[in-house]
């Protein structure tokens, strides 16, 4: 079975390192320096890993998207401007292993930025403006696949684009790599297989496997499309709390703990299972395995690295080739 072992890309911050910290440094050698070392760990481990995202999703680029400064028309970002700070870490390394990039997509952006009646004219300009950030995050790395992120998608019923606000938000994604659309719920993945740029779906399906009764295997075959399912749980606070009541203890409070409870509550057996059970259901339609979503809310790296490893554990003990 060949399959890709990828990561979302949100990861814990060292500790004595917080966020605002990371917003003032940005573009300090010191910030260069955390990614690199952040992502080199991450690459001992998943096949695929992504860059490190440290920042929040939508300011990341919406920071520089609504910038006049920066801008060739209302929120259409020029490229020399379009660059995602922390892919340009890694290539300063002169990394030539695979990586993974993600984007906070056009409808997460829109919807934040602008609530949820949509404007056409905006909404292509701030699809054309990530795509722009995806073209140059590219350039002079082996991408093996591009995610673009949607959260709210599915999740929130004030966001209801039609088909055709679909097509205009991911037409600019038309790249030479696997182009994942990571969603939180698959409520829209049916009205997403008539769209030609998309190729993978991902599905967050190890903390509920019942959200795959949604995707009909032969819907997505016919389409010419593949998945991506989450096989490790990523709600961490629900995790540590199961841990704590077995137990009696606070992970919270312990590291140690907390990588113990990773290791118990997402053990290599827990994810084969899933696994096992997703290429039951799937079988060729598996391209892409991972963690459910990002690991920013892991109370350390050590324990998000221990997920990680748990699944790479997992897949290796199934003979999976990764």
């Known amino acids: 079975m060949r399959v890709v072992f990828d990561d979302i890309g949100s990861f814990p911050l060292p500790d004595g390192v917080t966020r605002d910290w990371v917003n003032e440094n940005v573009d300090t050698k010191e910030y260069e320096e955390l990614v690199q070392r952040t992502f080199l760990l991450k690459a001992k481990v998943v096949q695929c890993p992504n860059y490190p995202q440290f920042r929040d999703m939508v300011e990341q680029f919406m920071s520089i998207i609504r910038n006049p400064e920066y801008q060739e028309d209302a929120y259409l970002v020029s490229r020399k401007h379009a660059v995602i700070r922390e892919v340009e870490a890694i290539k300063s390394m002169k990394y030539d292993g695979n990586i993974r990039i993600c984007v906070t997509g056009p409808l997460e952006l829109y919807y934040r930025e602008f609530g949820p009646v949509i404007y056409d004219d905006l909404l292509e300009n701030i699809a054309i403006s990530v795509s722009r950030f995806a073209a140059n995050a590219m350039n002079d790395l082996n991408v093996c696949s591009l995610s673009v992120d949607e959260p709210s998608l599915g999740i929130n019923p004030e966001l209801q684009p039609s088909i055709e606000q679909l097509k205009l938000a991911y037409g600019p994604f038309s790249f030479d790599v696997d182009v994942q659309i990571h969603l939180h719920s698959p409520l829209y993945y049916t009205q997403l297989l008539e769209v030609d740029e998309i190729d993978v779906f991902g599905v967050e399906a190890a903390k509920d496997e019942k959200v795959l009764d949604f995707v009909d295997a032969e819907e997505v ?102």
Do not use: M
């Open 221 to 322: 075959a016919s389409a010419g499309k593949r998945l991506r399912i989450g096989v490790a749980r990523t709600d961490i606070d629900a995790i540590l709390a199961e841990f704590n009541q077995r137990h009696g203890v606070n992970a919270w409070q312990n590291a140690e703990l907390a990588v113990k409870a990773i290791d118990e509550i997402e053990s290599v057996e827990v994810i084969k299972k899933r696994l096992e059970k997703v290429y039951d259901r799937f079988s060729d339609l598996l391209a892409y395995i991972g963690p459910d979503c990002g690991l920013f809310s892991f109370p350390n790296q050590e324990c998000a690295l221990k997920l990680l490893e748990n699944v790479r554990e997992a897949l290796e003990g199934l003979g999976w080739t990764t």
